[in-house]
Structure formats: structure tokens, C-alpha cells
């Protein structure tokens, strides 16, 4: 037999199940609080909008290019989002280069559903005319893993996208040095992710935590409905778990709303 | 380099369009031991440019077939993020261009590392360019240089990297994007300062003999500013700490 | 005096040996370090672990082979063997904490070790080697300090990983973050003091 794990993580994420049994976490927090939570709004100029956010020791780069492209033949009035991760290999030694992982593609698909579900882009308004429509590039950057990639990184989409300004548009051609207007937003999602590890439920996991989780659950909502949800890992959850963790991302929206909208 | 075409203006008035002189550096700023989970870490900021450089190892090399059982390997990958230009977005993965940048960046290194100090064993060097404003590799490689160092691998000197070129019959030191778009010639030159060996040197366009020694110059008289900024961002992340308890007494 | 010298730096006077790397007769530095001009040696401020024979380390049992040896991850590009025989009585499973004796390096590398002692429970952290001196302190005093104020068994492994178990664990983690961070600092045991004796009070 051998651990597959690197092995400082394994003796630590059997510490943070003991932990867990006795509803203690490894840095001291209660079980509904999150880690420090910081955003730093506009940092890549080159990007139509950009934000890093720092979650505890995870942080994550979020930059929102726009390109002029012609809309989905299917779609033909609005513009498009297409949103992409990366786990950068300098984020951790467990992220590896090459082909997208299938980590990192859920993780963009996780964070798009919940944006587009709660129509947070105003889509329609991207549409310069007919047949050309702005595209919004959002990618999300991992540069240093800490746990709870979802809810940090849909902090750093969320807070690029109320940074983003669209660019000016003459003569049928996009004019990418001048910015024009915002990027017309009509909803805030945030994300709450939770783990199980044993019976007990922690919101914003670290690493450790993460390594030591049964299951996972993310809800997405713009504080009156859910918008998305995701349920990771093998283990199981009850209804009445579920229904206890919708309540607490509820309660939660305002608070990291506060922190998309600042700045 | 692109179209000639629409060739803008590059100097107006015996100047360049950012007012600087023919010899001047961008403003460089460097910050070592930036990423909590790296072994070593540097930001840099040259210009509009804005890289995280990272090291990982040395640690032991997957697949094993690939190590060598002398000495050391370095991996290196430099890329560029898809939102770090003006114009357009780009694909993410490494492209023919970021495949050929990482090798040369890497044989540089691998010129001062000690590699045989660590047998079987990897050195992981990742460039990221965040925002991309002209000279990447070249910023690059000097910030990777002091995320070695801040990494504590012995190396035989901390090089640095930067670009000279030529804009009409000028000779140019540090191109910005859009000298690099339209200039005559670029000439990217990394240098080991303890001896002014040349480690990495990149070149097209148009240069007499005159104007390469000339561009080489300019590059090695700029060196020095560039590594006494590597140094200070080493000695940097240790009198930050020292101020921080100087304060409180 | 202790200046700070990086790779490719001259270094003014001799150096007895090691992290220099000389030409021409000159000296130059190979490591981010203190420079010491009393000691003529320079201190390494980070990289990797140097065992030396005799020191203790604490590793992870990683895998288990036949005749009771096994692999033992050091956090380090070395592995950790431990190669105890049929007749020991000691025995170990994958994922145990063990603490040991650096016996020797071998030819592939590969730190023997001997001596194991299992540690139970606990958490392990990771640290910068080139730091461990300073958590154990002069003659351990500081290792000594962080454990009578937090009530935790500490061991101290050279190879970077300290094992921590007891009462207030999360503080000795952060008064271990803290040295590791703060390593340079003249009179550090002082400051450690103060700080784990403010956070023990508040907590009560």
C-alpha cells in the first residue's frame, strides 16, 4: 500500500476529521464563517475588467476580456459568455500543467451556470448590431490553492464583471483602447460552498478541509431564489442537511455581495 | 513585428512616445516571496507588464524515466494569461511561441543553477504573465531569477534579462508594446552580471555589427540598476519583517 | 556583524566552505543568506534540508515493504528508510507519524534512519528547514517556551516537519508560522514569549 496523497496532507486531513467530531476547525473559526475575504478590483488594464480576490490563503485572479464576435445562430440578439478556469501549477504542488483538468472545467461551469442562471449580464444589450455582438471572455486565474475554489471564484467572476467596461465600437469595428460604458449587470450571485466531513457541516473550506471532506455542496443565489447548485464528491447528503445549508447561503448573499459591490 | 503599414511615430523630438531617453528602463518593480504555496516566489512589474514568477523543488522527477541521475533537471513554463492583452483573448494552453520562449528561459537557467547538487531530482520555474505590455520574457526571466534565489536554490549568479533593439537607425533599450510591435529589430539578452556572459539572446529584424555591440551596451549598463532591484526584493522581504517589530518597540 | 548576500555576490573576505562558489581566486555566494564575517561562513536563509548524522527528523510512513522497512516521506527531494529487520518489534503502518535518528545518506540519495519512535495523533506542519534552529532555539529554549505555554508535545524534525499535539495547538502552530516567518529577528524568543503569553491570558 501507498498514500497517494502527498503525505503532510494526509496526516492533517485525518487531524481536521478529529477536529471536525468535536465541531472544532484547524485555524479556530466557527462552522458558518468565512475566511478574511479581500478584493482588489482593476489590477490588469489590459482586461475590460479584472479583480482578485483573496480568500484566506486561497486567491484567485479574475480578468474579463471582451470580443467582437457574431451572436449563437441560435440566439441571434444577444451576446455570449463563455467562461474558463485554470489551476495554475504555481498554485499548488498538487495542480499540474497540461489539458484542463476536470476540476477546473467543473469549477467554470459551476461559477457560469449560476451567472447566467440569475441573468446577471445583461446579454441583450451587447449586441452592436445585427450580426456582431460583444463576447464575454471571463477566466478565472488560480494562484494560490487554499480550498473552496467555487466561492472564491465566483467572487473574483462577480466583482471582474461589475469592473468591466465595454469598449467603444466605430465604423463596424471594435476600438479596444476606448471604454465606453459598464458592462450592463442586472443581478449579483454569490456562491456558498459547504463540506461534510463525518456528520458535521463547514462553510468555507480550507484545503485540509477539502482533502478531508465526505461530500460537497454549492448554492448559488441572488439572495431571493437559488440559482445553481452543485454537489461534489461521494459521499451523501440528508434533505434536512441540504435545506439547513440553502438557508445559511441566503443568509450569507448580503455579506459577500457587499464585498462584489465595494470598490 | 507587425505590419509596417499603419508604422506609427516611435520617436518624436529625439524622444519615445513615453518621453523616455534611448537608454532608459521602464520603472521596474519587484516583490520576492509573493505566493504562500511556492517554494520561491517574484512579481514584477516593468512598465505596464505584470508577471508572477514561481518556483517549485527541487523534488524528485515524475515520470521517473526523465531524471538524470548527475544532476538536476529544470522545467520551465512561461504563458500568458487570456485576458493580459488589449487586443483580442487569448487561447489558453501553450502555443508554438510560449513552448519556444519556456526552452530558451530554461537553458539559461540551466546555465547557473547547481544542478548537480540535487541528482534525480526537478526544478519547477512558472512564468505567468498576467499583463502583457512588451518584453515578457525578458521581465519574466528576471523575476524567475529572484523567485530561485527567494526559493534557496544555489544558483552561480542572479541573471537578468531585458531587450535592445533598433527603431529606425536608433539603437533602443526596453521596448514597451508598441516599439516591440513596429521597431526595426528586437534583441532580447539575458546576462549573468558577475561576468557578463550572455545566457539567452533572441533576435530578428535589421542590425549592423555597430548597432548589435551598441544594443549590447546598452543592455549590460542597464543590468546594474536591474540587479541591485533583484537584490533589494530579496533583502526586502527580510527588513520588512524587521520594521514591522521596530515599529511596535 | 551579519549582512544579507545573494547568488553571484562577492563576498569580501574567505569563507571556510560552502554556498560559495570561487573563481580567479575570488569568492562568490551560490545562496540567498547571512553573510557572517566572524564565523566566515554563510548562513542559508532558504532551500533545502542538509542532513547530518544523529539529527532528528519527523517523516510520514509512505509505504511499507518487506522485512519490516519502509519508506518514510521527509518532505524533502530525500527519501526517508527505515529498514528495521525481521526480529524488530517495532512495527508501523502507512500513514503513521514516526520520529527518528539520521543514520547516514546512501549513494541513491536516500536518508537511513534509525531509531523510530511512533507518534500518535496529532498534526504535523511544514516548514522551511533552513528555519528549524530557530524554532528549537538556543540549548531548545524556544521549542521549550512554545510547549510549556500551549500545553503540546512538540518534536522538531531538521527535516522542516514539526509534530504538534495538546491543549492549544492551533496557537503553536502560529507561534511555529511566526518564527518561521521572523527567523532573522534578534531576540525572537523574547517576542514569542510575549506573544503566546497574551494569547493564553485572553483566552481564560
Avoid at chain 2, 483573448?89 to 510560449?98: F, V
Wanted: charged share 25%; net charge neutral.
Amino acid at each position: 500500500m501507498m498514500i497517494q496523497m502527498n503525505a503532510i496532507d494526509y496526516v492533517n486531513s485525518k487531524y481536521v476529521r478529529e477536529l471536525a467530531s468535536k465541531k472544532m476547525r484547524e485555524d479556530g473559526r466557527d462552522a458558518l464563517s468565512y475566511r478574511e475575504i479581500r478584493v482588489a478590483k482593476g489590477l490588469i488594464k489590459n482586461a475590460e475588467g479584472s479583480a482578485q480576490v483573496d480568500l484566506g490563503a486561497t486567491r484567485v485572479m479574475a480578468g474579463v476580456k471582451m470580443v467582437l464576435e457574431s451572436p449563437m445562430e441560435d440566439t441571434p440578439d444577444v451576446g455570449n459568455l463563455i467562461v474558463s478556469a485554470e489551476l495554475l501549477p504555481l498554485a499548488s504542488p498538487d495542480f499540474e500543467s497540461g489539458p484542463p483538468s476536470p476540476e477546473s472545467i467543473e469549477l467554470a461551469r459551476v461559477v457560469d451556470r449560476g451567472i447566467r442562471a440569475a441573468e446577471c449580464i445583461d446579454l441583450g444589450s451587447l449586441l452592436v448590431e445585427e450580426g456582431k455582438a460583444w463576447s464575454v471572455y471571463l477566466d478565472l486565474y488560480i494562484l494560490n490553492y487554499d480550498g473552496n475554489l467555487f466561492d472564491s471564484g465566483m467572487l473574483a467572476a462577480m466583482s471582474a464583471l461589475k469592473d468591466a467596461k465595454v469598449p467603444a465600437y466605430s465604423n463596424g469595428k471594435a476600438v479596444m483602447s476606448e471604454r465606453v460604458a459598464p458592462l450592463k449587470l442586472n443581478n449579483v450571485v454569490s456562491s456558498c460552498t459547504f463540506v461534510k466531513i463525518g456528520d458535521t457541516l463547514l462553510l468555507d473550506p480550507t484545503g485540509n478541509e477539502e482533502r478531508a471532506a465526505d461530500a460537497r455542496m454549492t448554492i448559488e443565489t441572488d439572495g431571493k431564489v437559488i440559482r445553481a447548485m452543485q454537489k461534489g464528491l461521494s459521499g451523501s447528503f440528508s434533505r434536512q442537511e441540504i435545506s439547513d445549508i440553502i438557508g445559511a447561503a441566503f443568509g450569507k448573499h448580503d455579506e459577500l455581495k457587499a464585498h462584489i459591490d465595494k470598490g | 513585428m507587425a505590419s509596417k503599414a499603419n508604422k506609427p511615430e516611435l520617436i518624436v523630438g529625439g524622444k519615445r512616445l513615453d518621453g523616455r531617453a534611448f537608454d532608459e528602463l521602464r520603472p521596474i518593480k519587484i516583490e520576492a516571496g509573493v505566493l504562500k504555496n511556492a517554494d520561491g516566489s517574484a512579481y514584477i512589474e516593468q512598465g505596464n507588464n505584470k508577471i508572477l514568477a514561481a518556483v517549485y523543488g527541487p523534488k524528485e522527477v515524475f515520470p521517473k524515466h526523465d531524471a538524470d541521475p548527475t544532476k538536476a533537471i529544470i522545467r520551465c513554463k512561461y504563458s500568458m494569461a487570456p485576458f493580459s492583452s488589449l487586443e483580442g483573448h487569448g487561447r489558453s494552453g501553450p502555443n508554438r511561441r510560449a513552448i519556444e520562449i519556456s526552452k530558451v528561459i530554461r537553458e539559461a537557467f540551466e546555465n547557473v543553477v547547481l544542478l548537480e547538487e540535487f541528482p534525480n531530482n526537478e526544478i519547477d520555474i512558472f512564468i505567468e504573465i498576467l499583463q502583457g505590455d512588451g518584453g515578457t520574457r525578458a521581465a519574466g526571466l528576471t523575476a524567475a531569477s529572484v523567485a530561485l534565489a527567494s526559493a534557496g536554490i544555489p544558483m552561480k549568479d542572479l541573471i537578468y534579462a531585458v531587450s535592445a533593439g533598433k527603431i529606425g537607425e536608433e539603437v533602443v533599450l526596453d521596448f514597451n508594446m508598441i516599439e516591440d510591435n513596429y521597431s526595426d529589430a528586437d534583441m532580447p539578452i539575458a546576462i549573468a552580471p558577475r561576468n557578463n556572459e550572455v545566457l539567452l539572446l533572441q533576435m530578428d529584424g535589421s542590425l549592423t555589427k555597430q548597432q548589435f555591440e551598441k544594443a549590447v551596451d546598452l543592455v549590460i549598463g542597464a543590468g546594474k540598476k536591474i540587479s541591485a532591484i533583484q537584490k533589494d526584493a530579496l533583502r526586502e522581504v527580510y527588513a520588512k519583517i524587521e520594521r514591522k517589530y521596530e515599529n511596535k518597540e | 556583524m551579519k549582512s544579507i548576500v545573494v547568488p553571484g555576490e562577492q563576498i569580501p573576505g574567505n569563507v571556510k566552505s560552502g554556498n560559495v562558489y570561487v573563481e580567479e581566486g575570488k569568492a562568490y555566494a551560490t545562496v540567498l543568506g547571512l553573510y557572517d564575517e566572524e564565523g566566515k561562513r554563510i548562513i542559508t536563509l532558504e532551500g533545502a534540508w542538509n542532513p547530518k548524522m544523529d539529527e532528528t527528523v519527523v517523516g510520514i510512513v509512505q509505504e511499507a515493504g518487506r522485512n519490516n522497512s519502509y519508506t518514510i516521506d521527509l518532505s524533502s527531494f530525500r527519501r526517508g528508510v527505515l529498514l528495521l529487520g525481521k526480529f524488530s518489534k517495532a512495527e508501523f503502518k502507512v500513514g503513521d507519524v514516526v520520529e527518528a535518528l539520521v543514520d547516514r545518506v546512501n549513494g541513491k540519495k536516500e536518508v537511513i534512519l534509525s531509531n523510530p519512535r511512533l507518534l500518535r495523533g496529532g498534526v504535523v506542519i511544514k516548514i522551511k528547514p533552513t528555519k528549524i534552529p530557530r524554532v528549537l532555539g538556543k540549548a531548545n529554549t524556544m521549542a521549550k517556551q512554545i510547549s510549556e505555554l500551549t500545553r503540546c508535545d512538540l518534536v522538531v524534525g531538521s527535516n522542516g516537519i514539526i509534530w504538534v499535539r495538546g491543549e492549544n495547538t492551533a496557537l503553536a502552530i502560529s507561534a511555529i508560522l511566526r518564527i518561521e516567518s521572523d527567523a532573522h529577528v534578534s531576540g525572537l524568543t523574547e517576542k514569542i514569549k510575549e506573544m503566546l503569553v497574551n494569547n493564553t491570558t485572553k483566552r481564560s
